[in-house]
Structures are given as structure tokens and as C-alpha cells.
């Protein structure tokens, strides 16, 4: 019962480390977190910042994926 659990936690450690790895690289490439739409805000001491189109734009690239990939 542990051999799964060690498994499980070894592979989620995994997949956020290539999520992470991933999301930096597509900084720098693809601007995001930079786009249009993005709300930012900033006033004195108070910054606000909510990437709206940003994570629109990569649920809809995690949906195509995912389902290209459990597609049965």
C-alpha cells in the first residue's frame, strides 16, 4: 500500500516539476502572464494582478492536450 502511495507522490512531484519548468520557458517565449486583457493594477504599497486571458489561454491548450492524449 505504500510502494503506491510513494509512486503517486513521486510522479506528481515529477509532473510539477516539468508544469513548472514549462510555464517559465513559455514566459520568456510566449509572453504570458503579459497579454492583453490581463489585469493589473498598481497603487502605492498595493499591487494587483490577475492574468485573465492568460489562464484562458492555457486551459484551452491544457483541454486540447489532455484530450488528444486520453482520447479513447
Do not use: C, W
Not at 509512486?7 to 513559455?26: E, N
Not at 489585469?39 to 504599497?45: E, P, T
Amino acid at each position: 500500500m505504500m510502494g503506491g502511495l510513494g509512486k503517486m507522490l513521486a510522479l506528481m512531484g515529477v509532473f510539477l516539476l516539468v508544469t513548472g519548468g514549462l510555464l517559465m520557458v513559455s514566459e520568456r517565449l510566449f509572453h504570458l502572464g503579459r497579454l492583453p486583457g490581463d489585469i493589473f493594477i498598481q497603487r502605492g504599497n498595493f499591487t494587483f494582478y490577475f492574468p485573465v486571458v492568460s489562464s484562458i489561454i492555457l486551459s484551452l491548450l491544457l483541454t486540447l492536450i489532455l484530450n488528444l492524449i486520453f482520447r479513447r
